[in-house]
């Protein structure tokens, strides 16, 4: 017996099953946009904060002194944190959807759950989904501001300023496990929001390249599915 050729395809079987893929595909590109924005405005306000004196300033003044400009920042702060958190976890439900759809294609299924459990086993990755379950049921983010100067003596010409999450307040929560206890603790001091965001995007962006790179591959022109072709 010939094997099946596209021609010999059910053609409405093969064109409805092409529509629901893209449309899968398309709410997990969409999925994605709304994260990467987050991410991005998110990772925009604190470099704005971490590179520009005055505002860093701004930040360690005596809020009484300034309660308007300190006030906008912190509640942006809040907004685009809980965006980034909230639209992560949305990516990923929309994600496993995709990955479903593909069970017939286990070269595929199975490369990303290997890679996707890289990321979602990462220290970041499960600090940050734990995070969020602090903030739902615990309370705000516990930030605190450090400012070091430096330089030559007298001159005090190179600072640092960072945002962090103080590692003592999010410790007397009962939420967290072993894994996330130990990460918390291996900072000296706080957890530096920017540097935690911008590592947890990396390996997203990482992760969500290569999945994005393999629609070609699983859709070839002219190639038929092969579990319509048994």
Do not use: C
Request: hydrophobic fraction near 40%; charged fraction near 20%.
């Amino acid at each position: 017996m010939e094997p099946p050729t596209a021609e010999s395809i059910d053609g409405h079987a093969w064109g409805e099953y092409v529509r629901q893929a893209r449309e899968r595909w398309d709410v997990v590109a969409r999925s994605w946009g709304v994260f990467q924005r987050n991410s991005s405005e998110l990772i925009d306000l604190l470099a704005t904060a971490e590179t520009n004196v005055r505002y860093s300033l701004m930040l360690m003044t005596d809020l009484e002194l300034i309660p308007g400009e300190q006030a906008i920042f912190w509640a942006q702060f809040d907004q685009r944190l809980h965006n980034l958190l909230a639209s992560a976890t949305s990516l990923v439900d929309h994600t496993r959807r995709l990955i479903s759809y593909y069970e017939h294609e286990p070269e595929f299924t199975e490369n990303f759950r290997r890679r996707n459990d890289e990321v979602a086993q990462s220290d970041v990755a499960l600090f940050l989904r734990r995070f969020r379950n602090y903030l739902l049921h615990f309370g705000v983010a516990p930030t605190m501001q450090t400012l070091h100067f430096g330089g030559p003596a007298g001159q005090q010409t190179d600072w640092k300023f960072e945002v962090q999450l103080s590692g003592t307040s999010l410790l007397r929560w009962k939420g967290w496990n072993s894994q996330n206890r130990s990460y918390i603790k291996s900072f000296d001091q706080g957890l530096h929001v920017r540097v935690l965001v911008e590592e947890y995007f990396a390996k997203m962006s990482e992760l969500y390249q290569w999945t994005t790179g393999q629609y070609s591959i699983l859709h070839q022109p002219g190639v038929p599915p092969r579990h319509l072709m048994s």
